[in-house]
């Protein structure tokens, strides 16, 4: 079974500061897909990332893609409280009859804080 | 355009009885699936479809859980005797063609069994 893990899982940080969350996957892949979620709401589509060393931004967001590491990182910068989410990692290995399927992190819950 | 919709948006039944959950995807969009999240679960794949063909039922938690798509677009997912543990919000997502492509998420489910 393949195991998205990501970390940390639980991230309150101050306005103006950076952190990376990580994104570590068992298997070999080269589609892998940010998430945010706002509490009762749903998925919202952040950042898609298809090939080894994708790097993609938006505003104070950065994420990247090493799929020889199996790794994916999201690099916040100068956060600010919008930012406050659930920030999920999936994956798409495409094999088999998974064929589309996604294979989701627990999530990170950031809280941003004045 | 519009985007993934789900009906309900909640739903509260009585243990034993049975629940159907509608998705419309986004038009146009070959691929539909049903995730469901719940606080202990994470993020949790039931089924995908492809056009009205679900060749994949392994994800379903138990033969209690069934799922139908028509004409390629509307897809119902039928949970019948509803126990306590299914409780969870339902969540569907389309995407253009199978595999490789962004995922679009619906507002989501929320069904509690009491």
């Known amino acids: 079974e393949l195991k998205v893990e990501q970390n940390p899982l639980f991230l309150s940080m101050q306005e103006g500061k950076n952190y990376t969350i990580y994104c570590n996957y068992s298997?070999?892949?080269?589609?892998l897909y940010w998430y945010r979620q706002d509490p009762g709401k749903s998925l919202e589509s952040l950042f898609v990332?298809?090939?080894?060393?994708a790097v993609k931004q938006e505003g104070r967001l950065m994420a990247s893609l090493d799929t020889k590491a199996r790794l994916s990182t999201l690099h916040i910068t100068a956060a600010v409280h919008d930012l406050s989410a659930t920030y999920f990692c999936?994956?798409?290995?495409?094999?088999?009859?998974?064929?589309?399927?996604?294979?989701f992190g627990r999530g990170t819950q950031l809280t941003v804080w004045p | 355009g519009a985007g993934v919709s789900q009906s309900p948006s909640n739903k509260v039944t009585e243990k034993g009885k049975d629940v159907e959950l509608r998705c419309d995807p986004i038009s146009g969009h070959t691929a539909l699936y049903w995730y469901r999240q719940s606080l202990g679960q994470g993020l949790e794949f039931l089924i995908y479809f492809q056009g009205n063909s679900a060749p994949d039922k392994s994800g379903l938690p138990s033969d209690r859980f069934s799922a139908e798509r028509t004409g390629g677009s509307v897809s119902t997912l039928t949970i019948q005797r509803t126990q306590q543990e299914d409780s969870a919000v339902y969540l569907c997502?389309?995407?253009?063609?199978?595999?490789?492509?962004?995922?679009?998420f619906g507002p989501g489910t929320r069904l509690t069994v009491t």
């Open positions: 990332l298809l090939s080894n060393g």
């Open positions: 999936a994956v798409d290995p495409d094999r088999g009859s998974t064929l589309g399927r996604l294979y």
């Open positions: 997502a389309s995407s253009l063609v199978l595999g490789g492509y962004e995922q679009y």
């Open positions: 298997t070999t892949s080269d589609r």
